[in-house]
Nanobody, 127 residues
């Protein structure tokens, strides 16, 4: 069984930065696709960023492109989301996800294609 634990969320002013971490345990995820999603109150969970196993391929939602960067350290079984130039509309619970169904060059951007999820970490951006 895989456990994913997010950390690094908090309250930040608009224009600030946060770095989210997602530590995996129970199984090495170095061969699999990983991603970040977010869910704001009253809204559906939405894709933010994804990365393949080797970090050679990444994908970003249009609303974070140029501001957020996803990365991973397979030796630490950890994925990161560096968030810069944060906006109030970035306020949400951010979730880390792993897909053991996909490996290689594939990046996964769809929630239904991930089979492991963390519990989420709250990010609040004040104006």
């Amino acid at each position: 069984q895989v456990q994913l634990v997010e950390s690094g969320g908090g309250l930040v002013q608009a224009g600030g930065s946060l770095r989210l971490s997602c530590a995996a345990s129970g199984r090495t995820l170095s061969n699999y696709a990983m991603g970040w999603f977010r869910q704001a109150p009253g809204k559906e969970r939405e894709f933010v960023a994804a990365i393949n196993w080797s970090s050679s391929s990444t994908s970003y939602a249009h609303f974070v492109k140029g501001r957020f960067t996803i990365s991973r350290d397979n030796a630490k079984n950890t994925v990161y989301l560096q968030m810069n130039s944060l906006k109030p509309e970035d306020t949400a619970v951010y979730y880390c996800a792993a897909s053991t169904w996909y490996s290689g060059a594939v990046v996964v951007v769809t929630t239904t294609l991930y089979n492991y999820w963390g519990q989420g970490t709250q990010v609040t951006v004040s104006s």
